[in-house]
Structure formats: C-alpha cells, structure tokens
C-alpha cells in the first residue's frame, strides 16, 4: 500500500524525475545508434575537408573547389551552404583528420569516427537545453519550469529525429540564438545581436525570428534597418570572402540552400492577383502585430517578464508559421526547440491541454513525414550505424522494394495510408494553432476542464513516441532480401 501511495503522489507531482531523464536518453540512444544518413557522412566529411584545405592547401578559399572534387567519395557532391554550418564542426573533428591523413581511412566508411562526429550535435544540444533552462528561469523566476522545459525539449520528436537520426546541424543555429535570446533577457544587447549574427550566419532562418524581435523592441525604422544589417554582417562577410572563390558559385547554384530559398513561399493560395502564399500571408501579419505592441529594448527593464513573454511568443509565431505553411526538410522542426517549450511551462492554467495538443501534433507531424516519403526511417541508413555490424551484412536501398522503408512498406499493405496523409496533416496544424492560441502571453483564452491536471502516462507515451518506428526499421532492415556480407 505504501508503494502504491507513493507511486501515485509522484505521478501527480510536478517534477521531473531521474527515471525519466534516463528513459529519454534511452529513447535518443536507440535512435541514435540506429541511424547515420547520407547528410552525416557528407557535413561529417565537409567539416573535415576544412583542415585538409587549411593545413595540406593553405588557401582556404579553394575549400568549396575540393569539397566538389569529393576526394572522399560522400553522396553529396556540392556543399551548397556558407563555411560557418560546418565550421563549428570542424574543431570537434579535427581528430578525424588527422585519422584520414595519416591512414588513409575514409570517415564515411567508419561507423566509428561518424557516431564520434554525430556525438558532437549532441554536446550543443546539453547546452542548447542550459541555456533553455536559464531563459526559462529568468521569465518564470521558477527552477522547476526551467527543468521542464529542458526536458519537454530534450524528448521531443524535434531533437530526436534532427540530431540521433538525421545528424544535422540546424543545432548549432538553435543553440547560437537560444544564447542571443538569454543575452537579451540580461540586458546584454550588444552580446545579442552577436549571437544573432553567428546563428544567422550558421543557417539563416534565424533571420526571419531576429527580425520580429527587432520589431517587437525597436520602432526607430532606421535603427531596426542597422540591426537587422549587423545581423547578417557573418552571412555578408562569408560571401565575401568566397566572392569568385573556385567551386563556390556553382555549389550555392546547384546545392540544397538555393533550392530552399525557391521553395519557402509556395503559392499555396490562389488569389485573383495570382498565387499567394500562406507563409508570406501570416510571415508579414506577424511582424506587424510585433511592431505595434507597446515593447522596447526599456521595457526589458521596465516591465521585465511581460516584455520577455513576448519575445518568445513571438518567436514562436514565426517559426510555427514556417512549419505550417512552407515546405521543409523532415529534420528542420528542429527549429521548434526549445523556444515552443519555453513558451508552454509559463502556462500553469493549461498543463493538461498544451500536454495533450504537443503530444497529438509530434505524432501527426511525424507520421505524415512518414507518408510522405522523407527520408526517415529508411533501412539505407542502418548501414554504417553503430548497430549494423550485429547483423553482419548491408542492404542495397534500390533492390529493397517494400522493405526500403517504413512508408514503401505500409503503403505495400494498403494505399489508404498515402490517402490518410491529411488526417494527419491536419491534426498538426490546429494543435500547433492551438498552442498559439492558449499560450499567449496575456492569457487570453483558457479551458477550464481538467486544464491543471498533468497526465504522466501521456508525457512518458510522448518521450518513446518515436521507439517503436526506429524499432520497426530495424525489422525491415532483417527482413531486406538483398543483403551484401562482408
């Protein structure tokens, strides 16, 4: 009887426990060990050619030149991003040069050195969550919010999939503006726009956040102008130094980043002017409602909390509007954490509902990623993995067929999976539009049923929400008929 009394006073505390920390770790793990997709070996091999063109060069401008060579045999052959996504990277990988140098060992060909490089996006996620707790605390004045929303972030769908499955690097620009953010809130203004630059620099969505705050604290047009141009100062600055560089235009021209910018503002609504698109719509909606809240870099100091409130919530608006209404790379909702989570804990009225309305849209995102073909859950991706070498053998993607990955396989059983796509499409959206909407800052709407109330079972269903799929790759990956030992 104790232990049952004791079970379900934990279970109704609002703490988070060791148990499930380690469960979410464990989840990460699993997924981390199972996977290393084409874009690790390629930003793992692109951060290491930075040294081979600084030590074995000496002219680092010829640094898109060789990647394009691809000496190293990676699937990607242009880079087609600036130096600084790779160049944090880089310093963590230096022991992997000197590995390639020195033996002549491919990186791409080690499960070893790639889960070593892989590791390093886990590092910047630690202190990615730091940070998160310390902008948290600074809002709420409560410790125990900023635990929560490092653990909110740390096992949502967002991370899990961005930096155990997929390896990317959206991480080091999360990171960079979470300390902007944090630099702000202590009134460090100056260090702000810095981290801003450097996250800008790193992968440019940043911008489109930086740009609302901006908005939000500066009314001087003039002075918004300057800022927002010291933000993009590192971007100015890359392109500059590549300016007529060997390899650099071609691969801006022909790689991901260019394509990405063409497909940002779909026209997904057709108007009598012409197609329109949503993303454009509520992008410029957002910095309006910015601009014309009563806020200023003052008012940071004047009315603190209510001031930071709205930096997040607006923040949030604009990338849960990119999410929602532009195409993106599977990987990319990322850009989420931490600031959705750190918007949510504030909102001790709505515990059971943001719970409900997060867990509902991390599943249909993640199931209509699925559908969709991303390249998710791919059984390719378990060859060079920590865990391959248990099986003894690889696969040939192109000769899998049903087995090539979880969406070839249940759409083999059934074409009403590709058909239920906006079921799903569509629980994602009003949830997301839910969250908005029942987060905002002044409170405005509540929903008075069971609304304090936190569900565990639901917390701890969304931290392993993501296990059974990785498990289930796994399977497929047994049962693939074409295996090459070896």
């Not at 709420?140 to 635990?147: F, Q």
């Not at 390249?375 to 899998?400: A, C, P």
Request: glycine share 4%.
């Amino acid at each position: 009887m104790k232990l049952i009394n004791a079970f379900i006073t934990r279970y109704k505390s609002d703490k988070v426990f060791l148990a499930e920390w380690l469960l979410a770790i464990a989840t990460g793990l699993f997924v981390f060990i199972t996977s290393s997709t084409w874009d690790l070996q390629s930003l793992t091999q692109w951060s290491v050619n930075f040294w081979h063109v600084l030590f074995d060069g000496g002219n680092i401008r010829n640094f898109y030149q060789y990647t394009a060579d691809n000496v190293w045999n990676v699937h990607h052959t242009h880079m087609g991003s600036e130096l600084m996504s790779v160049l944090p990277w880089s310093i963590w990988n230096l022991p992997l040069y000197f590995v390639e140098k020195f033996t002549g060992r491919a990186i791409v060909g080690s499960p070893v050195m790639l889960a070593y490089s892989k590791f390093f996006l886990v590092i910047i996620s630690v202190i990615t969550l730091i940070f998160a707790k310390k902008v948290t605390e600074q809002i709420t004045g409560d410790k125990n919010k900023g635990i929560w929303a490092a653990f909110l972030s740390a096992s949502s769908i967002y991370l899990y999939i961005s930096v155990c499955y997929s390896g990317q690097n959206e991480i080091f620009m999360i990171c960079a503006s979470v300390i902007a953010v944090y630099c702000l809130f202590n009134n460090k203004q100056g260090w702000f726009i810095f981290w801003s630059a450097l996250a800008i620099s790193i992968k440019p969505f940043f911008v489109l956040a930086y740009l609302a705050i901006l908005l939000l604290l500066e009314k001087k047009i003039y002075k918004i102008f300057i800022k927002l141009l010291i933000g993009l100062s590192g971007m100015i600055v890359q392109k500059l130094l590549f300016h007529g560089a060997p390899g650099y235009e071609e691969s801006m021209n022909t790689g991901p980043a260019k394509q990405m910018l063409m497909d940002m503002f779909p026209g997904n609504l057709s108007t009598a002017f012409g197609p329109a698109s949503f993303f454009a719509i509520f992008l410029i909606l957002t910095y309006i409602y910015a601009y014309t809240r009563d806020f200023s870099f003052d008012t940071l100091k004047t009315d603190r909390v209510r001031t930071e409130k709205f930096v997040i919530y607006t923040i949030c608006l604009v990338y849960m509007n990119y999410v929602m209404f532009s195409p993106f790379s599977f990987y990319r909702i990322d850009i989420l954490v931490p600031f959705l989570f750190i918007l949510i804990v504030q909102n001790e009225k709505m515990v059971f509902y943001n719970s409900l309305f997060d867990f509902a849209m991390q599943l249909g995102l993640m199931i209509k990623l699925i559908l969709r073909g991303s390249q998710m859950f791919q059984i390719r991706f378990i060859n060079k993995s920590l865990i391959y070498r248990l099986f003894g053998y690889t696969v040939k993607y192109n000769d899998e067929g049903k087995y090539m990955n979880i969406d070839n396989y249940l759409l083999d059983k059934d074409e009403l999976y590709d058909h239920l796509q906006p079921l799903f499409s569509g629980i994602a959206v009003i949830c997301g539009i839910l969250l908005l909407v029942f987060n905002h800052p002044d409170e405005k709407y509540t929903l008075k049923l069971n609304a304090e109330k936190r569900v565990r079972a639901l917390l701890w269903l969304r931290t392993i929400i993501i296990l059974p799929f990785a498990v289930f790759c796994v399977y497929l990956f047994t049962m693939a008929p074409e295996r090459v030992y070896g």
